[in-house]
């Protein structure tokens, strides 16, 4: 009985911790996107649908969240190669060469990487164009392709931080309030998705 309760507490502490840091990380999606909406374009982002415990969807059928999902990743690409095309088309007003950055070259592979993940998600709404293919093994490597993404744009994200347009635009406090938040939400988005797989590995065994 004692050890009953000694578990059932640490899965109790566990789980408001884990609630904690998706509700913190959902307020420096806020922060954070109030600070770039101030100097630049606001981003989008929609894995945190799926956070058992931080989703503002999570009461709401798997099959809805996954159509929110769908529709917040194709607005984000959207927006990702519209941003890209508008960054290539002023680099060529301006005569200035392309990708010369580390910024530059990682957020051209982080917009490749993020239009390619979305597009062989496809299988996942229609089953039917992947033969062969279990769903849950698509939906694996669809997690494990999209925190590659993720991480991705985040790096590209620090890099950009350093650049002389932010920096000379954003005070040290800001900067460091930026980075901190856009560090925290890779983080928690990299807990969930490993956490995720991980528990049903757990189930499965």
Do not use: D
């Not at 769908?70 to 301006?94: E, F, M, P, R």
């Amino acid at each position: 009985m004692l050890l009953n309760k000694e578990s059932g507490s640490e899965l109790r502490i566990y789980g408001c911790t884990r609630a904690a840091s998706a509700a913190l990380s959902h307020c420096a999606c806020i922060v954070f996107t109030v600070t770039i909406a101030l100097l630049s374009r606001p981003g989008t982002k929609a894995i945190l649908l799926f956070s058992p415990r931080g989703s503002p969807l999570k009461t709401l059928p798997h099959k809805t969240k996954s159509r929110a999902h769908w529709i917040l990743q194709c607005l984000c690409v959207t927006c990702a190669i519209l941003g890209l095309a508008a960054i290539v088309y002023n680099k060529h007003l301006s005569g200035k060469p392309h990708f010369t950055s580390w910024h530059g070259l990682l957020g051209v592979i982080a917009v490749c990487a993020v239009a390619l993940q979305s597009l062989a998600a496809v299988p996942l709404i229609y089953h039917s164009l992947a033969k062969g293919w279990s769903l849950a093994k698509l939906k694996r490597y669809h997690a494990a392709t999209g925190l590659v993404a993720y991480l991705l744009g985040s790096g590209s994200l620090l890099l950009g931080l350093r650049s002389a347009w932010f920096t000379g635009s954003a005070g040290e406090h800001t900067w460091y309030l930026a980075a901190a938040c856009c560090a925290f939400n890779a983080l928690v988005v990299m807990n969930q998705v490993s956490s995720a797989y991980t528990a049903k590995k757990r189930l499965q065994s």
